[in-house]
Structure formats: structure tokens, C-alpha cells
């Protein structure tokens, strides 16, 4: 029988294709968010990203919030580099049956989102399709000396993340059970942080950065193996948002920790850099009401994660985040 793209997962599909794609062009590196193009003193950042009805669209999403969520999904990868959004093309793929008025409340919705961050959709296309299917591709710049990327963690560096962890892991539950709450608005309206990726990049101090879509468990594994380093993460340090600590309050089938490692979703910014320049880095998303917190410190030996606990009890953590054709 013939291995298939579920016997091995996304990441697995994308390192084939890299070495492909090597074969013509050394310099393509497909393990970061962007892509980049250098132009003179700058980066041209592009980034695309899917969305399908059938894995992305959970029932109750409305086709506002569908056509906001492509776009800052897409704008997020833009905001782990330090970039600036330049423009976003949008591509639809519909059944003939698809209603207009939720396509064109559908487009209203990227729009929205595109305007909040200072950028427009500049074209796309649509097309025929058995169900609804969303492309995008966000564009972008970037100056050299702040580029951002996956790679560049050093030994001695500590690891930290912006906002908090697991409101869209609190947003999906209260969507299942049909509450109407603000924690949906996060789930199904992320805001991708682009103010707060330039804040950090223009620093010039961060050493490795990416988002947080997959979840923080993956995201530190993905980190791990790019850079051949560990990560010990502090359990008590964890920023689990409000929303999903009154959650897990009140139904005792929800995990809190675990969701808030695992989930994703979240589309906050983890990155590395020294100790000594966190005192900055917080100083500058003060600025705009943004909390900042080091929830670990990178570790020598083998690409694993592990959890330590106040009484310094350390276990592996499970890479359990999401990845497509891996039903994970």
C-alpha cells in the first residue's frame, strides 16, 4: 500500500518538498512563517495560509467572522517577522449554492480586519468548489537589521510570550455550548499581533521568533528541532487567560494547563532572547497594555520540552499540538 500524507503529517510533506525545491534553489527555506525576497535594505515577507470549511469553520462561525479570520491568520505570520502588512490576496473557493449575501459578508469581514491593521485586499480570485475553501496570502516588508526569525536562539536565552494562552481554547468551548460570551470573539476573530511584533524586532534583540497558531507545545518543539536546542518551560509561569480559568471553574471536565499548552489557536508571539534585555521588551508592549511574560529558558542536550513544576519536578512535555492530516 502507498504511504499517505496521514502516515506522516504536514511538517513531514513540507521538509520533502523543501528538498525539492532546493534542488533549483538552494537559498528556499520553507521552515519559517514567511517567505522572504531581500530588496536593497529590506524584506519582502509573504506568507499564505488556508482555511477549509470541513477543519477550520466550527458550526456557529459566521461568514463575517470566517473572512476576518483568513485574513488575520495570514497577518500573523507578518507579525512574527516584525513586519509591516503591505496587502492581502484572497481567493474563494464555493459551492454555485453558496449565498451571496454570506460571500459578500464574507469579503466585508477580511476587509474589516485588513483596515484594523493599516493594510487592504488588493486582489484574488474565485472559483468553483464542493464546499467552502479560503486562501490567502499577506504581503509584507520588513527592514534587515529587524527581521525576525525561527532560527537563532542562543544557549543562554530565555523564552517568553505575549498576552496570555488559551482564549481560543475558552472561545471554542463556550461556541460548543452555544454561549454567547466574549471568548468567542477571540477564537473566531484573533487580533495578530503586528504592533507588537515591530515593538520587539525594532529592539534589534530578539534572536528567534514565531506565532503561536499551532499551539505552545508545538511551537517549542518546531523552535527545539530548528535550532537543535531543549526548552524548560515553568508550569506556574504559564499565562492561562482569565476566560479559560472560569471556564475550567466551572465544568471539571476542562483542563486549563492542558489546553493552554496544546490547543492553539491563540496567535500570540513566542520568541528567545537574553535575560537581561526582558526589562525592555516589557517596557515597550506596556506601551500598549500588552503583558509580557518569560515562561522558560532554553536547555542544552537533546530537541525535547520539558515541564517543571515549583517543587522542580520535570517531565517531558507531549508535542501535541495541531497538524494537519494527523487528525491531531
Same mark, same amino acid.
Given at each position: 500500500m502507498?504511504?499517505?500524507?496521514?502516515?506522516i503529517g504536514e511538517?513531514?510533506?513540507?521538509?520533502?518538498?523543501?528538498s525539492i525545491?532546493?534542488?533549483?534553489?538552494?537559498?528556499v527555506d520553507l521552515?519559517?512563517?514567511?517567505?522572504i525576497?531581500?530588496i536593497a535594505?529590506?524584506?519582502i515577507?509573504?506568507?499564505?495560509?488556508?482555511i477549509?470549511e470541513?477543519?477550520?469553520?466550527?458550526h456557529?462561525?459566521?461568514?463575517?467572522?470566517?473572512?476576518?479570520?483568513?485574513?488575520?491568520i495570514n497577518?500573523?505570520d507578518i507579525a512574527a517577522?516584525?513586519?509591516?502588512?503591505v496587502g492581502?490576496?484572497l481567493?474563494?473557493?464555493?459551492?454555485?449554492?453558496?449565498p451571496?449575501s454570506s460571500? /459578500?459578508?464574507l469579503?466585508?469581514?477580511?476587509s474589516?480586519?485588513?483596515?484594523? !491593521?493599516?493594510?487592504?485586499i488588493i486582489? %484574488? #480570485?474565485?472559483?468553483?468548489?464542493?464546499h467552502?475553501v479560503?486562501s490567502?496570502?499577506?504581503?509584507g516588508?520588513?527592514?534587515?537589521d529587524f527581521?525576525m526569525?525561527?532560527k537563532?536562539?542562543?544557549s543562554d536565552?530565555v523564552?517568553?510570550v505575549?498576552?496570555t494562552?488559551?482564549?481560543?481554547?475558552?472561545?471554542f468551548h463556550s461556541?460548543k455550548?452555544?454561549k454567547k460570551s466574549?471568548e468567542i470573539?477571540?477564537?473566531c476573530?484573533?487580533?495578530?499581533r503586528?504592533i507588537?511584533?515591530?515593538?520587539l524586532?525594532?529592539t534589534?534583540?530578539?534572536?528567534?521568533?514565531m506565532?503561536?497558531s499551532?499551539g505552545?507545545s508545538s511551537?517549542?518543539?518546531q523552535?527545539?528541532?530548528?535550532?537543535?536546542?531543549?526548552?524548560e518551560i515553568?508550569?506556574e509561569?504559564l499565562?492561562i487567560?482569565?476566560?479559560? /480559568?472560569?471556564?475550567s471553574?466551572?465544568?471539571?471536565?476542562v483542563?486549563?494547563? !492542558?489546553l493552554s499548552?496544546?490547543?492553539g %489557536? #491563540?496567535?500570540?508571539?513566542l520568541?528567545?532572547?537574553?535575560?537581561?534585555d526582558?526589562?525592555?521588551?516589557?517596557?515597550?508592549?506596556d506601551?500598549i497594555?500588552?503583558?509580557?511574560?518569560v515562561?522558560?529558558?532554553?536547555i542544552s542536550?537533546?530537541?525535547a520540552v520539558?515541564?517543571?513544576d515549583s517543587?522542580e519536578?520535570?517531565?517531558?512535555?507531549?508535542?501535541?499540538?495541531y497538524?494537519?492530516?494527523?487528525n491531531?
Open positions: 502507498k504511504e499517505t500524507v496521514s502516515d511538517r513531514a510533506l513540507i521538509k520533502m518538498a523543501s525545491y532546493k534542488e533549483h534553489n538552494n537559498s521552515t519559517d512563517d514567511c517567505a525576497i531581500p535594505d529590506e524584506y515577507l509573504s506568507s499564505s495560509d488556508m477549509s470541513k477543519t477550520h469553520v466550527p456557529g462561525m459566521t461568514p463575517w467572522q470566517i473572512g476576518w479570520f483568513t485574513t488575520a497577518l500573523s517577522k516584525g513586519g509591516n502588512p492581502i490576496l481567493s474563494v473557493g464555493m459551492p454555485p449554492t453558496y451571496v460571500f /459578500l459578508d469579503i466585508k469581514g477580511a474589516s480586519c485588513a483596515t484594523r !491593521y493599516n493594510t487592504s486582489g %484574488g #480570485d474565485t472559483k468553483e468548489n464542493d467552502l479560503i490567502g496570502t499577506a504581503l516588508r520588513v527592514h534587515k527581521f526569525s525561527r537563532g536562539v542562543q536565552d523564552i517568553a505575549t498576552g494562552l488559551g482564549k481560543a481554547a475558552a472561545g461556541l455550548n452555544q466574549g470573539n477571540a477564537l476573530e484573533p487580533n495578530p503586528i507588537e511584533g515591530k515593538k524586532a525594532e534589534g534583540l530578539v534572536h528567534s521568533c506565532d503561536l499551532d505552545l511551537s517549542l518543539y523552535l527545539a528541532e530548528l535550532n537543535h536546542v531543549g526548552f515553568q508550569k509561569k499565562p487567560s482569565k476566560e479559560l /480559568l472560569v471556564i471553574s466551572q465544568d471539571p471536565t483542563d486549563e494547563l !492542558y499548552l496544546h490547543y %489557536g #491563540d496567535y500570540e508571539l520568541f528567545t532572547a537574553s535575560e537581561k526582558i526589562s525592555l521588551f516589557k517596557k515597550k508592549l506601551e497594555n500588552v503583558p509580557l511574560t515562561i522558560g529558558k532554553v542536550g537533546k530537541e520539558f515541564i517543571c517543587n519536578n520535570n517531565e517531558i512535555l507531549p508535542n501535541l499540538g497538524e494537519h492530516f494527523t491531531k
